[in-house]
């Protein structure tokens, strides 16, 4: 028996309707993480999405100087979802993940992701190209 997927939903200004899009369109019940990167708190808007569905706003003037890069708040936040969701040990969590990873004008998440169809191969990770 699978488990219910896992739900990883990442992204920045550019990816909030898709992202609102997605989360309209997941079925009751999901789980899982949304980090939306902003330039500042002024574009964080209410996202509705399912009761285990979190979302997060990573805000990069609230930062600590410098202010980071863009994207480099998102890399960071997978980086740690990641580390506690998906251990090196293969099989250590039962559940299947469902990635979506935006933001794909930044070095670093493009990056991260590279690292993670590497590591994963079989997952279902999706990374937009505009």
Known sequence: MIDEPHFLLVGDSR?????AGMLNRLPVGSAGQVYLEVASAIQI???PAPEGIAVHWL??????HPIP????????????????WMPDEQGS????????????????????????ADRL???????PHY
């Open 93 to 116: 969590h039962p559940h299947p993940y469902i990635m979506w990873i935006g933001c794909s004008t930044s070095a670093p998440v493009t990056q991260l992701y590279r690292d993670l």
């Open 59 to 64: 805000c990069r003037d609230r930062a600590p």
């Open 45 to 47: 808007r209410p996202l």
């Open 15 to 19: 990816d909030i309707p898709t992202i």
């Open 69 to 84: 890069a863009r994207g480099e708040l998102a890399a960071r936040a997978v980086a740690a979802w990641v580390s506690e």
């Open 121 to 127: 191969g079989d997952a279902h990770l999706h990374h």
